[in-house]
C-alpha cells in the first residue's frame, strides 16, 4: 500500500499547474463549508444561551394541564395555585440536576407617566431566582440603574425603547393598570429601577419586569401561570423533562411541561433557516470538487493512455489500474482538505484579531461575529471530501482499465 500511495503521489505531481488548482478548490470548498459551519455553532450557541438566559425560559417550564390549549380563555382555572406551586417546587428541588425552580407570571397593561400612556406586556419573576437564570446575560446586555430587588417590590426594569418614549429613567416614577384576574380595572404606582435592551426591536418599545409579588398584586392572585426549571447541564434537558412529568403525575399533580427549544420560536425559526443555507453551500461545494475531481482525473487517464496500455501489457489488472487512480483522487481530496483547514484556522485568526459586528434583522444593537472552530465537522468534512474524490476519481478510472491495450499502446 505504501508503494501504491507513493505513486499515486508522483503521479498527482507530473502536472503541477492542474493538480494545484483542484488541491485550491478542494481547499477553498472546503474553506468555505467549515467557516459557515463555525459561523452558525456560534449562532446556535448564542441562540441558546439568548433563550435560557435572556429570555428567562431556563430549560424546562411547567404549565398545569390545559394551560396551553385554554389559559387564555380561562387564565384563573389553569394557573397554579400557592399550594400547588409549594408542592411542586418541594418535588423538583430534590433533584440534583435541578439549580432551582421558580414562579412566574405574565401579564400587560397600560403605562402611563401622567401625560402619555401606551400598552406594555410584563414577566413577573422572583428577582434572587431571575439573577441566577440570567447568570452573566446582564454581563451582554448590562442594565441601567440597580435592577430588581427584593427590598423594593415597586421597582421594575424597563426595556429602553419604552422609557424612551415616556421619558423615564431609573429612579422616576409611573403608575402602570391591568384588569385582574376578576376583570376589574387595578391601578399601582412603579419606580424605574432600572432601564435595559431587550435585543429586539419587537419588544424593545413594550416590553417590562416586574417582582413577582407586585405582578400578584395587580392582578390580585396568588397564583403563577408557569414554574421556570433551571439545570446544571443542557444536555440533561430531555432526560429531565421525562423524569419530571412522569413524577410529577405520581404525586398526582397534571402538568404539561415544554423545554426551551420548544418555546424559544426564534430559536427554530433561524436555526432551520441556517440548515437550509448550509445545505445549499454544502451541495454547491460537492459538486466543485466532484467536477474538479472527474475533470483532473480525466485528463490524466488522457495523457498516460499509453502509460496504462504499458501496465496492463506487463501483467497489471483493470483493477489494479482503477486502484491506482482512485489513490490519487483520494490524495487529492486528503491534500485539498488539509489546505481548507489552513485557510479555516486563517479566516478565523483574521476575524478573531479584526473583531466585525453586524446587526441582524430584528436586533436592536449590534452583535460581534465569531466563528468556532469544529473539531467535529472538520474531521467529517474531511473523510467525506476524501471518499468523495475517491469516487470521483473511479469513473474516469474504470474507463481507462477497460480500453484495448493494442489501442492503449497506440495512443497518441
Same mark, same amino acid.
Given at each position: 500500500?505504501? &508503494?501504491?500511495?507513493?505513486?499515486?503521489?508522483?503521479?498527482?505531481?507530473?502536472?503541477?499547474?492542474?493538480?494545484?488548482?483542484?488541491?485550491?478548490?478542494?481547499?477553498?470548498?472546503?474553506?468555505?463549508? %467549515?467557516?459557515?459551519? *463555525?459561523?452558525?455553532?456560534?449562532?446556535?450557541?448564542?441562540?441558546?444561551?439568548?433563550?435560557?438566559?435572556?429570555?428567562?425560559?431556563?430549560?424546562?417550564?411547567?404549565?398545569?394541564?390545559?394551560?396551553?390549549?385554554?389559559?387564555?380563555?380561562?387564565?384563573?382555572?389553569?394557573?397554579?395555585?400557592?399550594?400547588?406551586?409549594?408542592?411542586?417546587?418541594?418535588?423538583?428541588?430534590?433533584?440534583?440536576?435541578? =439549580?432551582?425552580?421558580?414562579?412566574?407570571?405574565?401579564?400587560?397593561? =397600560?403605562?402611563?407617566?401622567?401625560?402619555?400612556?401606551?400598552?406594555?406586556?410584563?414577566?413577573?419573576? !422572583?428577582?434572587?431566582?431571575?439573577?441566577?437564570?440570567?447568570?452573566?446575560?446582564?454581563?451582554?446586555?448590562?442594565?441601567?440603574?440597580?435592577?430588581?430587588?427584593? &427590598?423594593? %417590590?415597586?421597582?421594575?426594569?424597563?426595556?429602553?425603547?419604552?422609557?424612551?418614549?415616556?421619558?423615564?429613567?431609573?429612579?422616576?416614577? @409611573?403608575?402602570?393598570?391591568?384588569?385582574?384576574?376578576?376583570?376589574?380595572?387595578?391601578?399601582?404606582?412603579?419606580?424605574?429601577?432600572?432601564?435595559?435592551?431587550?435585543?429586539?426591536?419587537?419588544?424593545?418599545?413594550?416590553?417590562?419586569?416586574?417582582?413577582?409579588?407586585?405582578?400578584?398584586?395587580?392582578?390580585?392572585?396568588?397564583?403563577?401561570?408557569?414554574?421556570?426549571?433551571?439545570?446544571?447541564?443542557?444536555?440533561?434537558?430531555?432526560?429531565?423533562?421525562?423524569?419530571?412529568?412522569?413524577?410529577?403525575?405520581?404525586?398526582?399533580?397534571?402538568?404539561?411541561?415544554?423545554?426551551?427549544?420548544?418555546?424559544?420560536?426564534?430559536?427554530?425559526? !433561524?436555526?432551520?433557516?441556517?440548515? =437550509?443555507?448550509?445545505?445549499?453551500?454544502?451541495?454547491?461545494?460537492?459538486?466543485?470538487?466532484?467536477? @474538479?475531481?472527474?475533470?483532473?482525473?480525466?485528463?490524466?487517464?488522457?495523457?498516460? %493512455?499509453?502509460?496504462?496500455?504499458?501496465?496492463?501489457?506487463?501483467?497489471?489488472?483493470?483493477?489494479?489500474?482503477?486502484?491506482?487512480?482512485?489513490?490519487?483522487?483520494?490524495?487529492?481530496?486528503?491534500?485539498?482538505?488539509?489546505?481548507? =483547514?489552513?485557510?479555516?484556522?486563517?479566516?478565523?485568526?483574521?476575524?478573531?484579531?479584526?473583531?466585525?459586528?453586524?446587526?441582524?434583522?430584528? @436586533?436592536?444593537?449590534?452583535?460581534?461575529?465569531?466563528?468556532?472552530?469544529?473539531?467535529?465537522?472538520?474531521? *467529517?468534512?474531511?473523510?467525506?471530501?476524501?471518499?468523495? @474524490?475517491?469516487?470521483?476519481?473511479?469513473?474516469?478510472?474504470?474507463?481507462?482499465?477497460?480500453?484495448?491495450?493494442?489501442?492503449?499502446?497506440?495512443? %497518441?
Amino acid at each position: 500500500m505504501k &508503494k501504491w500511495m507513493k505513486l499515486a503521489a508522483r503521479n498527482i505531481l507530473r502536472n503541477k499547474r492542474r493538480s494545484l488548482v483542484t488541491l485550491l478548490a478542494i481547499g477553498v470548498g472546503f474553506a468555505a463549508i %467549515t467557516v459557515f459551519r *463555525g459561523y452558525v455553532s456560534y449562532v446556535y450557541r448564542g441562540l441558546q444561551t439568548m433563550a435560557i438566559r435572556g429570555e428567562g425560559l431556563g430549560h424546562l417550564t411547567l404549565f398545569k394541564a390545559g394551560w396551553l390549549e385554554k389559559g387564555k380563555l380561562d387564565p384563573d382555572r389553569y394557573m397554579f395555585s400557592k399550594a400547588e406551586i409549594e408542592k411542586i417546587m418541594k418535588l423538583i428541588t430534590r433533584e440534583n440536576e435541578v =439549580i432551582l425552580a421558580t414562579p412566574q407570571i405574565t401579564l400587560s397593561g =397600560i403605562v402611563t407617566n401622567g401625560s402619555i400612556s401606551t400598552i406594555f406586556i410584563a414577566q413577573g419573576v !422572583v428577582p434572587q431566582d431571575d439573577r441566577t437564570i440570567k447568570g452573566g446575560w446582564n454581563a451582554f446586555r448590562p442594565i441601567q440603574g440597580e435592577g430588581l430587588n427584593e &427590598k423594593k %417590590t415597586y421597582g421594575v426594569e424597563m426595556a429602553q425603547d419604552l422609557a424612551k418614549f415616556l421619558n423615564l429613567a431609573p429612579g422616576k416614577d @409611573s403608575v402602570v393598570m391591568a384588569p385582574t384576574m376578576s376583570g376589574q380595572m387595578n391601578a399601582m404606582d412603579i419606580q424605574v429601577s432600572g432601564v435595559f435592551d431587550t435585543g429586539t426591536d419587537a419588544t424593545n418599545d413594550k416590553y417590562m419586569r416586574f417582582p413577582f409579588a407586585f405582578a400578584q398584586s395587580l392582578l390580585d392572585t396568588e397564583k403563577a401561570e408557569k414554574i421556570v426549571v433551571l439545570l446544571d447541564d443542557t444536555a440533561k434537558t430531555e432526560l429531565m423533562h421525562s423524569r419530571l412529568l412522569s413524577m410529577l403525575a405520581k404525586a398526582g399533580i397534571p402538568c404539561e411541561i415544554k423545554t426551551w427549544k420548544e418555546l424559544s420560536m426564534f430559536y427554530a425559526k !433561524v436555526r432551520q433557516m441556517f440548515d =437550509i443555507f448550509f445545505l445549499f453551500v454544502f451541495c454547491i461545494v460537492l459538486v466543485i470538487v466532484v467536477m @474538479s475531481t472527474v475533470n483532473t482525473m480525466g485528463m490524466a487517464v488522457l495523457e498516460r %493512455t499509453r502509460e496504462i496500455g504499458t501496465l496492463r501489457a506487463l501483467g497489471l489488472k483493470r483493477r489494479g489500474v482503477s486502484m491506482l487512480f482512485a489513490m490519487e483522487g483520494s490524495l487529492l481530496g486528503v491534500f485539498g482538505s488539509f489546505i481548507g =483547514i489552513v485557510l479555516h484556522i486563517c479566516a478565523w485568526a483574521i476575524i478573531k484579531v479584526v473583531a466585525p459586528t453586524y446587526t441582524y434583522p430584528g @436586533s436592536s444593537s449590534p452583535v460581534p461575529l465569531i466563528i468556532d472552530i469544529v473539531p467535529l465537522t472538520l474531521i *467529517g468534512l474531511m473523510c467525506c471530501l476524501t471518499a468523495l @474524490s475517491l469516487i470521483a476519481a473511479i469513473i474516469p478510472a474504470r474507463r481507462a482499465a477497460r480500453q484495448n491495450i493494442v489501442n492503449a499502446l497506440g495512443h %497518441t
